[in-house]
């Protein structure tokens, strides 16, 4: 029998060096034209705004041996009720009061600010401690979680299942949640904190195994052109082997987690998980 090979596909648009957009995925062959295809249309926007250089977009595509990919579960999802950036930014700070060390929220928090929101878009994300402690991993364009994908038949019960809760289109928020997934599998992460490059695009998340991944509304003001994604990992992380699980262990997600055992908090709602009658067309297990 020949052995099944996957595809990660590794998309990036940028303008001389600024990132503009990223996206990945990983599918089996049949799969590639449809996601090359989708991939593709996100250059489109970033041309009408007639730049001079006009935008670059990067693909890499490397396969994957099928026996190679894990198979695991996407983060449950919670929304934050919050109807202004400075209540959003108030429930933010309660979630972290509850994952990091004591008294470091203000550190972190002053991490965010200074380098994710008020520092040009980076290719991948920004890592420090829950101490606070910078990690400096190769230069100031961060680590890219890459090789990961989400089953296209789970990726459609979501969208049927969030069009009742989220605006549309709702790939973002998708695309978010795998990644952030990936992330939070690796066991040296504690949280991981993003608020999207897009100017129009104002919610962003936390995420951590306790609360899941909580939806934030208002996580900057509409029309602010910054944003991306700090991950803060224990002090006794081994760096080698978290750069090695985002970068290269290939993850798909073929089922979500139940939310019954999430962790509570008076600002936070659960959005029903994809429930657990649901079958993933390549589900193995
Ligand atoms: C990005 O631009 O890559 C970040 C997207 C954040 C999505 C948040 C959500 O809608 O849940
Ligand atoms: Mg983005």
Known sequence: MTEEFYFSIRMRIHQEGTHLSGAE??????????????????????????????????????PVPGKEIRRKPLLPVQFMESLSCDESEIGLRE????????????RIMEIFKQEIMGNLPRHGALIV????????????SGIRTTHVGCEPSLRRALEEMLDNYLEKPNHRFIDALVLASKVLASESVVA???????????????ASRPFGYVRIPHMKKAGYGRGGRLYVVFPTLHLRTLINELRH???????QSSGSLLTSHPR???????GDDFHSEGRTE
């Open 25 to 62: 995925d990983l599918v089996p062959a049949r799969d590639l034209d449809h996601v090359l295809s989708s991939f593709s249309d996100r250059l489109l926007p970033h041309l009408l705004n007639d730049a001079i250089p006009p935008p670059q977009q990067i693909v890499t595509i490397d």
């Open 95 to 106: 979630i972290l009061d509850c994952l990091l060390p004591e008294g470091k929220t203000e």
């Open 129 to 140: 401690t829950s101490l606070g402690e910078p990690i400096l991993a190769e230069g100031d």
């Open 192 to 206: 991981e904190i993003c608020a999207s490059d897009d100017p129009s695009y104002t919610t962003g998340y936390v």
């Open 249 to 255: 262990t290939p993850v798909l997600f073929d089922r």
């Open 268 to 274: 936070l709602r659960l959005i029903p998980s994809v």
